[in-house]
Nanobody
Framework: QVQLVESGGGLVQAGGSLRLSCAAS????????MGWFRQAPGKERDFVAA????????YYADSVKGRFTISRDNAKNTLYLQMNSLKPEDTAVYYC?????????????????WGRGTQVTVSS
């Protein structure tokens, strides 16, 4: 079984930055596609960003394009999300997810492994 553990969340003022990490352990597999999703209170879990196994392909939700950057270090089994110019509407629990394959996945049902999430709160 693969375990995914997110870290790096916290409280930040609007306009600030945070860097989230997601460490994979256990029976990791390759190639794997990974992504970030977020869920605000009372709302659905939404897609944020995705990256292919090689890291050569990335895809972003329109709401974060130009502000967030997804990256990965396969040697460290770690996924990252650099979040800049944060807005109050970015407040949510952020989840990382993994699935077998070397492609871009943007749908929740495409991912078989999920972390427990890390809270990001952006104050105005």
């Amino acid at each position: 079984q693969v375990q995914l553990v997110e870290s790096g969340g916290g409280l930040v003022q609007a306009g600030g930055s945070l860097r989230l990490s997601c460490a994979a352990s256990g029976r990791t597999f390759s190639p794997n596609a990974m992504g970030w999703f977020r869920q605000a209170p009372g709302k659905e879990r939404d897609f944020v960003a995705a990256i292919s196994w090689s890291g050569s392909s990335t895809y972003y939700a329109d709401s974060v394009k130009g502000r967030f950057t997804i990256s990965r270090d396969n040697a460290k089994n770690t996924l990252y999300l650099q979040m800049n110019s944060l807005k109050p509407e970015d407040t949510a629990v952020y989840y990382c997810a993994a699935a077998y394959g070397n492609t871009i996945l943007t749908k929740k049902y495409e991912y078989g492994y999920w972390g427990r999430g890390t809270q990001v709160t952006v104050s105005s």
